[in-house]
């Protein structure tokens, strides 16, 4: 697997995290799988060559959409592949949503849509050059233009600022104190953050801490150490976050991702 990131333009700043691609090619014999673990942030995806799909209750096989929304969400999903697979990513920031879609990131909580269904027409043509374009170099340039085109002129802080003072701690204070920084009422902080974000405050906060944790993963450091440097107070809560959010233990995590590159933070 060959994964790297391509930075945004700079009117995306505040939109855009990054641009990344993936490229995967199956051992002879032997099919890719893929895991999709939960995630704090959307992402729009092109499957611009090969194509990933799920396995059905049936025994079976789904195949994913060619180009869509995969939402944030607390979930976890494997997919698999028999052929070479290429995909070029845009991870979006929190209230990035909303802000360049005009829609509440609630929406795409735990989804994976198709492109066209959340962006109609006006998707069509983009997803069209972005399958066809001729390397990742000019996916990146239409996908920043397309972007760009969407981006307001001003963006509101508060979601964005408010996602910032959860990465660094700020659950420790509450709900109620970051409400309050914010000048306005607990119930309108939430509403306005599940708007942004797609999640709740408390959810996005646990899904960071885990997040932090995935990206220790790779590499041999002890896993309690892992989870200490991660933010959680005990292992029993350590292993339990990634079962349910990884849909493994950590350390079947670790055996699973072994040879890859991973992305780094």
């Known amino acids: 697997m060959q994964y790297y990131k391509i930075p945004p333009p700079a009117q995306l700043s505040g939109f855009v995290k990054c641009f990344w691609v993936g490229e995967m090619a199956p051992v002879p014999g032997k099919e890719l799988r893929h895991l999709s673990i939960a995630t704090g942030a959307a992402r729009i995806v092109f499957h611009y060559e090969g194509r990933f799909g799920s396995e059905t209750a049936g025994g079976g096989w789904e195949p994913s959409f060619l180009a869509g929304f995969q939402g944030q969400s607390a979930a976890h999903r494997q997919f698999v592949s028999a052929e070479r697979s290429g995909i070029f990513g845009v991870e979006l920031l929190p209230g990035a949503v909303p802000a360049l879609f005009g829609m509440p990131a609630t929406e795409l909580t735990g989804a994976f849509a198709e492109l066209g269904s959340v962006l109609g027409k006006t998707a069509d043509q983009w997803q069209r050059r972005m399958l066809s374009a001729a390397g990742n170099g000019e996916r990146a340039q239409l996908a920043g233009e397309f972007l760009s085109a969407l981006a307001p002129g001003r963006h509101a802080e508060v979601v964005p600022a408010a996602a910032r003072e959860l990465a660094f701690g700020g659950m420790v204070e509450g709900i ?48 309690t150490d892992v989870a200490l440097d991660s933010g959680y107070y005990d292992q029993a809560h350590f292993i339990r976050d990634f079962r349910e959010l990884a849909g493994m233990p950590p350390g079947q995590y670790r055996k699973a991702i072994a040879g890859l590159p991973f992305p780094e933070e």
């Open 176 to 223: 109620d104190a970051l409400a309050q920084r914010f000048n306005t009422s607990r119930r309108q902080f939430e509403r306005t953050f599940r708007n942004g974000t797609g999640l709740s405050p408390g959810t996005y906060s646990r899904i960071l801490r885990f997040e932090r944790a995935v990206g220790e993963i790779p590499g041999n450091r002890r896993l």
